[in-house]
């Protein structure tokens, strides 16, 4: 014999004893005998042979905690074969109503038990194959999945790595197979949030993983969990969740959904007598999973919103000062905002909030109070019901107000007040209001909200017929009312009750409207219902309204009740002029403006600073004259636009989070109207970044462009824009140009302000600020600054304080400087001509010799075209840019013809 010692033979011991021997080549070895049989009787088991199978169910689970890895695999292969062995039997008894009798053989706890605690910890690729297929057949027989996912979820907390990866990874995948009807979301969510801010990179990952895949079930349900995560982290969640492209459907169902399935195919095809494979039947179930959205209220734990608002919330109420006021009611705000509020006494504090809202002088702090309001009515729902007709008038009454964000908070309130409030009483008050108001903002903004109202199915359903025949009639009497949109808005309305409750119901209320008007009003709701598009009904209603508003200026227009003639006439546009040189030859010229047909300019007008065509450019930059606005008042202002989340997140020490901050932040001011844009606002943004940005110190490029960019969007929609804000941005954007990361950004922002203002202010601003810095880098990019000015605008400044402004960098030390301002020069000089040599005289000779080679050598050169134009001026007469030459020493407009006979005097 070779030495070695023989393997014992252990086949002859009985299978039970050789499936729990302690010897781990014994279980080994059992395991695929049991496997080999458990083979044999998926194939052509009969029901008699049931209790073959079933005698394995008090040793099955034991089978996954084996303590040998190799054969762990292979008992966890065993496991899962022999309960899907009971899922086949399980489909087979389903008919005969045993299936209750096979739940009970499948020890679902011990098997959730074994799983969670050793079949997780075995990282082999087959095992966890073969785990994942034991849950899911585990599932699918059960039927109650509650068991086996909790013990996984808890298993998230392990002090393995792997093992909680891997329990996450079982979870997502059941979750996929099932979905959120058999796999409750709730099971998860409360784990999952330790997951995604795990300090172990690949349970961050699985916890991704399974926050996308929860998402692609309930879909914003899932954010009211999230609301304890880092800005950071959600951010990155929802760029995950917007690659979603469709609603997800269960791949697999429990054995009870599979015997509805064969039932209701085995009935179609009966009664269709074809052989549709059970497609019916198969897209009724899934339309049944896709019926109706999550709600995330469901998911959401009740908080004390009451007991967190401060106890000196009502004598702080009393308060003088508004910024006091506005203080505590951020506070209570903050408290009261999350999607579902425990019960509590909130009869006091909606009494005071009402009071804030009807006799509050400050907009910022009813909106505040609107929005406290708004935040008890969704976290309470039917619950609000109590309180409701304690502040549903007073609303009602401030819809008076024209202030946007007081509007605003408004029409997100009174549907969620409305909704939740007596059907009689709610109705009793909107009736009173559009039948005794004479307000016409009033009255559209109550067609506006009802608009919105009675598109909610719970609102439909709780109105009756003869509520909805005293808002018609109701809504009927202001379809006469003067104010166009009024009568749009009204229309509306009237549209949108007739879809919801019914064209009869609805036309009964209008029978004393003439019935032109009401067969339009019927039509537009018939062509809403015909399209089932929202998108279509807003067509319509922007369309109705244009026609409103023209029709309304045709009215206005005419007279003698004759109509307007079908192009009006522009009276907008100043007349015509046209420059007259009155001396062709000799050096002094004078220039007049002769008047065209129904011009009425007289000739003087030309020495006024109107910054067009003819104009004389200032050679200094005026201070501002806007009145400065403290830091207090524009941090409240900025708050009550992009809200407290977006002020916590610019102020953070994080650049993600203060990245983040400014997004939102840009967000917001370009979601803002334009009319809504005003000389306040820019005011308030500059003196708040400055602040944030620690006057613009801040490190993070990308922060600084993304403010440089909201600073630009506010800048090109605010008329007029206040010259403050122009001294503020200006210098800033001259330093910022010096850097290559943010010099397009920069860039960008000196543009918007020469559109505003003209490009003589912003290139002196410019000029000044280069003059104060010490940086070549700085002073070469604002010459090249200014080149782009001038041929994008073309040469609308005053060319001696121009040349003035950088006569310095022609002298500087440094050589890239001196060339730049050479350039600039260069490029003046094919706007401006010859006249720029009465400036263009230095002591150095030699430099003198440089710019004299310059000129000579782009003599005849025609400037581009502009580009860019300031707002408000006529651009068809900006042709003389491109002519070669506008501006003498002074800054008056010069001739090109005289130029050229210049040049040949010369020659």
Not at 80 to 100: H, T
Not at 637 to 662: C, M, P, Q, Y
Not at 814 to 829: H, K, P
Request: with cysteine.
């Amino acid at each position: 014999m070779s030495g070695t010692t023989e393997e014992a033979d252990y086949s002859s011991l009985p299978l039970r004893e050789r499936l729990t021997h302690k010897v781990w080549k014994a279980r080994m070895g059992a395991y695929e005998d049991l496997i080999k049989q458990l083979e044999a009787f998926d194939s052509d088991g009969e029901a008699s042979d049931d209790a073959s199978v079933f005698e394995w169910k008090d040793i099955a689970p034991l089978f996954v905690k084996d303590s040998n890895v190799n054969a762990q695999v292979k008992g966890i292969e065993c496991a899962e074969l022999w309960v899907n062995v009971c899922v086949n039997i399980a489909k087979k008894k389903s008919s005969a109503g045993d299936n209750a009798h096979i739940k009970s053989v499948v020890p679902q706890d011990q098997f959730a038990s074994t799983i969670a605690t050793k079949g997780i910890t075995n990282t082999k690729p087959q095992a966890k194959s073969h785990l994942e297929n034991l849950c899911l057949n585990i599932i699918e027989v059960c039927e109650d999945a509650e068991t086996l996912i909790s013990a996984l979820v808890n298993a998230f907390k392990t002090r393995n790595p792997k093992a909680a990866s891997n329990a996450v990874a079982l979870v997502n995948c059941c979750l996929n197979a099932f979905g959120a009807k058999v796999i409750d979301p709730k099971w998860i969510l409360k784990g999952l949030v330790s997951c995604l801010s795990h300090t172990n990179k690949d349970i961050r990952s699985e916890g991704k993983r399974l926050a996308v895949e929860v998402h692609r079930w309930i879909g914003a349900a899932i954010l009211p969990s999230f609301s304890d995560l880092k800005p950071v982290l959600l951010k990155e969640l929802e760029a995950e969740w917007e690659g979603e492209t469709s609603r997800a459907k269960p791949s697999r169902r429990v054995c009870s959904a599979q015997l509805k399935a064969a039932s209701r195919e085995a009935s179609s095809n009966t009664v269709t007598n074809s052989n549709t494979d059970g497609v019916d039947g198969v897209e009724e179930e899934e339309a049944e999973e896709e019926r109706g959205e999550v709600d995330a209220y469901e998911f959401a734990e009740a908080v004390d919103g009451l007991r967190k608002i401060s106890p000196s919330f009502y004598t702080e109420m009393e308060e003088h000062k508004w910024s006091l006021r506005r203080d505590a009611l951020q506070q209570a705000l903050k408290s009261l905002d999350t999607v579902k509020l425990s019960d509590g006494d909130f009869g006091d504090f909606i009494r005071r909030v009402a009071r804030v809202i009807s006799s509050d002088s400050n907009v910022i702090n009813v909106a505040l109070a609107v929005e406290c309001v708004c935040a008890i009515a969704k976290g309470l729902r039917d619950r609000f019901s109590q309180y409701a007709s304690l502040v549903f008038d007073v609303l009602l009454e401030k819809l008076k107000e024209k202030k946007l964000s007081v509007s605003t908070a408004l029409h997100k309130c009174l549907p969620e007040v409305f909704l939740h409030m007596q059907t009689d009483k709610g109705v009793e008050s909107v009736v009173a209001v559009l039948t005794k108001s004479k307000n016409p903002e009033q009255l559209k903004q109550i067609a506006k909200f009802l608009s919105v109202s009675v598109s909610n199915k719970k609102q439909l359903i709780a109105l009756s017929d003869k509520h909805t025949i005293s808002l018609a009639k109701a809504l009927s009497s202001c379809l006469t009312a003067r104010d166009p949109v009024v009568r749009n808005s009204t229309s509306d309305a009237l549209v949108a009750l007739m879809k919801g409750k019914g064209v009869d119901v609805v036309r009964k209320g209008m029978k004393d409207v003439d019935q032109k008007k009401v067969e339009k009003i019927i039509s537009l709701s018939s062509v809403s219902n015909a399209s089932l598009s929202s998108k279509a009904t807003t067509t319509a209603t922007k369309r109705r309204s244009k026609e409103g508003r023209t029709a309304a200026k045709s009215t206005l227009g005419s007279k003698n009740g004759m109509k307007r003639h079908a192009t009006p006439v522009k009276t907008s546009k100043r007349p015509k002029t046209q420059l007259i040189d009155t001396n062709a030859k000799g050096k002094g010229k004078r220039k007049v403006l002769k008047k065209t047909r129904g011009s009425s300019i007289a000739t003087k007008a030309t020495k006024k600073s109107t910054k067009g065509k003819g104009t004389t450019y200032s050679a200094s930059v005026a201070p501002p004259s806007y009145p400065e606005m403290s830091q207090e008042e524009a941090d409240a202002f900025v708050s009550s636009i992009v809200g407290e989340d977006v002020i916590t997140n610019v102020n953070s020490r994080l650049w993600k989070e203060k990245l983040a901050g400014a997004e939102s932040m840009f967000n917001t001011v370009t979601s803002t109207a334009a009319v809504d844009v005003n000389a306040k606002m820019s005011i308030a943004f500059s003196v708040f970044i400055a602040k944030v940005t620690r006057d613009w110190k801040e490190t993070n490029f990308q922060v600084k462009n993304k403010y440089m960019d909201t600073l630009t969007h506010i800048a090109g929609v605010c008329i007029p824009l206040p010259d403050r804000f122009v001294h503020m941005c200006a210098p800033v954007a001259a330093e910022k140009l010096g850097d290559i990361k943010t010099n397009a950004s920069a860039t960008s922002l000196l543009d918007a302000l020469s559109c505003a203002v003209g490009p003589n202010d912003i290139l002196l601003l410019l000029l000044e600020r280069a003059k104060m810095n010490k940086s070549p880098k700085v002073h070469t990019e604002c010459l090249a600054y200014v080149q782009h000015s001038l041929n994008a605008f073309g040469p609308k400044v005053n060319v001696k304080a121009l040349v003035d402004g950088f006569h310095w960098m022609l002298l500087c030390a440094n050589a890239t400087v001196r060339s730049s301002a050479v350039d600039t020069l260069t490029v003046l000089y094919t706007h401006v001509g010859n006249s720029l040599k009465h400036i263009a005289k230095f002591d150095k000779q030699a430099l003198q010799d440089v710019v004299d080679e310059k000129f000579a050598s782009i003599v005849g050169q025609t400037p581009p075209s502009p580009t860019l134009f300031v707002r408000g001026e006529d651009t068809n007469k900006n042709s003389r840019s491109s002519d070669g030459g506008d501006e003498d020493v002074d800054g008056n407009a010069t001739n090109k013809e005289q130029e050229q006979q210049q040049q040949e005097q010369e020659q």
